[in-house]
């Protein structure tokens, strides 16, 4: 239940930084694990980073490792996507989504998701 809407993205260069935000309504975040996604032009959507455990518990893929900080805020119902480090192949439209799976990485494992927020890294 609840809506997913997604903030932040936007076009910068590489080295840069920017701050994803997911703001939930109603009882979306009940669920166990908050995800964030990306979709690159011509390519499938992608795991980018998980957190489960009401913070406890994160997970990166390898790419965004050392550069990307997932954190949550639940009493603000509220996800973030700290990027740092920008590089032109992390241009895609970002997406968070929410899994009843306890450290769900798979897209298949997600049921709700936000419409996404395109970030654009020029080199």
């Known amino acids: 239940q609840g809506q997913l809407v997604e903030s932040g993205g936007g076009l910068v260069q590489a080295g840069d930084s920017l701050r994803l935000s997911c703001t939930a309504s109603g009882r979306t975040f009940s669920p166990n694990t908050v995800g964030w996604f990306r979709q690159a032009p011509g390519k499938e959507r992608e795991f980018v980073a998980g957190i489960w455990g009401r913070g406890g518990n994160i997970m990166y893929a390898d790419p965004v490792k050392g550069r990307f900080t997932i954190s949550i805020d639940i009493s603000k119902n509220t996800a973030y996507l700290q990027m740092n480090t920008l590089k032109p192949e992390d241009t895609a439209v970002y997406y968070c989504?929410?899994?009843?799976?306890?450290?769900?990485?798979?897209?298949?494992?997600?049921?709700?998701w936000g419409q996404g927020t395109q970030v654009t890294v020029s080199s």
């Open positions: 989504a929410t899994s009843p799976v306890w450290g769900a990485t798979r897209l298949s494992q997600y049921t709700y």
